[in-house]
Each structure stands twice: as structure tokens, then as C-alpha cells.
């Protein structure tokens, strides 16, 4: 691997090889979600436990501060919304001028498998790893479900995981699912997982990202459960001591109520 390329994945994975991202990507399609309206004021209080965001050019521009900022991993893939079409129509949003210009770390495509634009948006993938990889600019994959989140299953999630790999993606974002070795195994390159809709309990979160981690993951991309929580700071600091600590569930939510107490 190019010298470039290395480095800018050690920026976005911790020395033990292990990550945790921040999206704050949502308003891409959602517009101002719930707690992230203001994207900044949502994670100044976060970043300090996490390795990397993802986000938009137009909220790093806007709402993150250049000189004091996570690496970042840009999101380039958009143009739906909850109101309009079918949000697989996705489209690659942002050049290679403006990935570079940005000095993104790596960059973020949805790629919607099994659905009327799966060509469409796995060409999206495959186009941009041809224009980053002479940067050493890293691809990751994201499996998007759009509405569909009856599919977040091991035998749908590990095929999608398994082409986004062939198709050039260095990473590889997908949902945790029962059986998640599945997925991990079947795939060369390392797995992130997603969030989705907020749990109703923390430890619920803490499960699942335990369960992945055990089962091969390297870390999470969580969003809602996170800033929506009611301590975002306590999530975040329990999440860093599954994935980077190797806590257990219980030793996790210790350090969370802990936190959330004060
Ligand atoms: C949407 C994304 C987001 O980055 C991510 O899924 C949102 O995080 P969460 O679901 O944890 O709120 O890729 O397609």
C-alpha cells in the first residue's frame, strides 16, 4: 500500500487497529435531525472519545472548526431526501478536487444492493475508488437499506459486504445482524458497524457493538444512539471502552452510569 494511503487510514483507525466514527452525516437526506441541528454544538461534546467523523462538505464548511477537528471521513454520495423519490437514487455529490481540497482522510458512498438502482449505485462505489485510489484516498462502503430494515440479515448484509470489498472499498460499513462472523469473515477488509434507529436502553447498544466486535468487527460508525442519548458524552466514553478498552457489556455501562450520574 502507498505511503499516503497508509497514513491516511492510521488517522482514521486508532493504533490498536480498532475505530469509532461519529456520523453526523444525516441531514443529507433527513434534513436537521433531532440533536443535530447544530451539528457542531452535537459534537463538541463527543469528539474527545471518538476517531473520526463522517460528514458532508457543506457541515464541515459550515459547522466544524478546520484547526480543531476529528479526521474526517466525507460522505460523497447524495441528491434523495425522505420526501422525494426513492432514496437509493443516489448520485456521487463531490469531486475528487474537492475530496482533496477538504484533505479528507477517506471518503463514504451508500451502495444499495438488491434494489432498482444497484447498478446505479454500485457504480458510484466502483467510479470513486478509481478516481481516489491515485490519491491513496480510502473508499469506505456503506450497505444502505433505505426503508427497507428487514434486511439488516447475515446472508444479505455479508454478499453486500463481500462486493463492496471486490469493488475496490477499503472498508466496509454494515449493519450488525445475529451471526455477524458471517459477514466479517466473508469479507478482506475491515468491517464497520452501523448504527440505525436509536435503542430504547444504552446497554442494548453496548450489546450489540460488544457482539460485532467480538465477531470481528473493528469498531462502530453510531450516530443516533449516540447524540441522541440522554448523556451523549457517557455513550460515547462506554463505547471507547468496548472498542479500544476491550471492556465487558457490564464493565461498559459501569462507566456510563457512572458518567451520567454527574
Ligand atoms: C446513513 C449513514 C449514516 O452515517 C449512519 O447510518 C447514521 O448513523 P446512525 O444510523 O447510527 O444514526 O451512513 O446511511
Redesign the pocket.
Known amino acids: 500500500m502507498d505511503w499516503g494511503k497508509k497514513n491516511r487510514l492510521s488517522q482514521v483507525f486508532g493504533a490498536d487497529g480498532k475505530c469509532f ?1 461519529l ?4 441531514g ?2 433527513l434534513g436537521p ?1 433531532k440533536k443535530l441541528e447544530k451539528p457542531g454544538e452535537t459534537v463538541a461534546p463527543i469528539k474527545q472519545y471518538c476517531d473520526a467523523i ?1 460528514a458532508t462538505r457543506g457541515i464541515i464548511r459550515n459547522c466544524i472548526d478546520p484547526e480543531d477537528s476529528l479526521p474526517l471521513i466525507l ?1 460523497v454520495s447524495g441528491g434523495t431526501s425522505v420526501v422525494g423519490g426513492p432514496l437509493t437514487n443516489e448520485l456521487l455529490t463531490t469531486s475528487i478536487d474537492e475530496i482533496i481540497r477538504l484533505n479528507a482522510q477517506a471518503v ?1 458512498v ?1 451502495c444499495f444492493v438488491g434494489t432498482e438502482h444497484e447498478k446505479q449505485t454500485l457504480g458510484n462505489l466502483a467510479e470513486l475508488v478509481n478516481l481516489c485510489e491515485p490519491y491513496g484516498i480510502p473508499v469506505m462502503a ?1 450497505t ?1 437499506v433505505g426503508k427497507e430494515l428487514e434486511k439488516r440479515e447475515a446472508r444479505f448484509l455479508a454478499l453486500c459486504a463481500r462486493i463492496f470489498a471486490e469493488l475496490g472499498a477499503s472498508v466496509v ?1 454494515t449493519y450488525w445482524c445475529e451471526e455477524f462472523e458471517k459477514v466479517t469473515e466473508g469479507c478482506p477488509v475491515p468491517v464497520v458497524i ?5 435503542c430504547d436502553t444504552v446497554r442494548e447498544v453496548l450489546e450489540f457493538v460488544h457482539d460485532g466486535m467480538q465477531r470481528g468487527a473493528v469498531g ?9 442519548a440522554e448523556n451523549p458524552p457517557a455513550v460515547a466514553r462506554a463505547l471507547k471502552a468496548i472498542i479500544h478498552e476491550n471492556l465487558s457489556i457490564d464493565e461498559a455501562v459501569k462507566i456510563h452510569d457512572e458518567m451520567a450520574v454527574k
Not at 23 to 26: A, E, F, K, L, V
Not at 194 to 198: I, L, Q, S, T, Y
Not at 222 to 227: K, T
Open positions: 466514527y456520523p453526523i452525516d444525516h443529507y437526506f435531525t463522517f460522505r463514504g451508500s456503506v444502505a460499513k452501523a448504527g440505525g434507529p436509536k462502530v460508525n453510531l450516530g443516533r444512539n449516540v447524540w441522541q
